[in-house]
């Protein structure tokens, strides 16, 4: 899998398609890209580059915690730079969940990059607002401060990174807890101020200024409720919205996995969007 050097940190990539525009597609959480493989073939088969990654801190990249902005701002102007180097700008952004909040922020950080986004599983509610800092950022403070590294390093996100990346383990454990717990507290802290927005992660002003055009596909889930989409194309200007033939489901997360039916209708409506975005 080939790897890149941005801004000091090694990100793993692929890029599915030989020519033609190119897409970004982010994961949700801090899972790895492999899980929009599928989603990101069936786009690239209709004559698109798909660019998936590993963000810092996700999959096999390396984990480095450090930085005195949000988590999802960092992973903003990371993938600047990795287009940059690939040669991709301007391109479409899309992504799900704080994929999809990493997307906005990327139209937001740099308009003239951006072709356009592909906003899906938007995340938004006091559900979610609630859930997300304690999943992210409240679990790991509390294993540093009562286990140090050591006691971070045995969570199962972190034995993860570790077995997809064995230098994550040697960065770890050479950092002092304090200077981690100091690092999360302040991610977490950021995260908690842009979390209780209609859409989390950017405000209503912020949504309203986003010229790029936009799609919104809406989730079914409490952390990605079919209301935070509406709510997402609603403020951004002139977005377009299309609704799978799917339901809210009174469950905390569901899973990427379980859309897998929806998957081609989810390709040929990105695709047919980005067409249209291209020629207009």
Known sequence: MPTALI??????????????PWVALITGGRRGHEEFVSLGRKIADQGFRVLLHDRRNTGAS???????????EIWTDDLYELFKQLGGLPAFVGGASSGARTSILFALRHPEATAGLLLFRVT????AAKRLPENYYGVYIRAAEQGGMAAVCATEQYQERIAANASNRDRLMAMDPKKYIEVMS?????????????????????????KAPTLVVPGNDKTHNLQSGLDAHRLIPGSQLHRLPIDDIDLPLVPFEDWAPLEPEIADTFVAFMRGAARG
Do not use: C, H, T
Not at 62 to 72: K, L
Not at 124 to 127: A, L, V, W
């Open 186 to 210: 302040n991610w977490r802290d950021l995260f908690v101020k842009v979390a209780g927005y209609p859409v989390m992660g950017a405000s209503e002003a912020q949504m309203g200024s986003i």
């Open 62 to 72: 390396d984990v480095v915690i450090d930085g005195a902005e949000s988590e999802e």
């Open 124 to 127: 938004g509610g006091d559900f």
């Open 7 to 20: 801004r000091g940190v090694n990100i793993v990539y692929e890029v599915l398609g030989e020519s033609g």
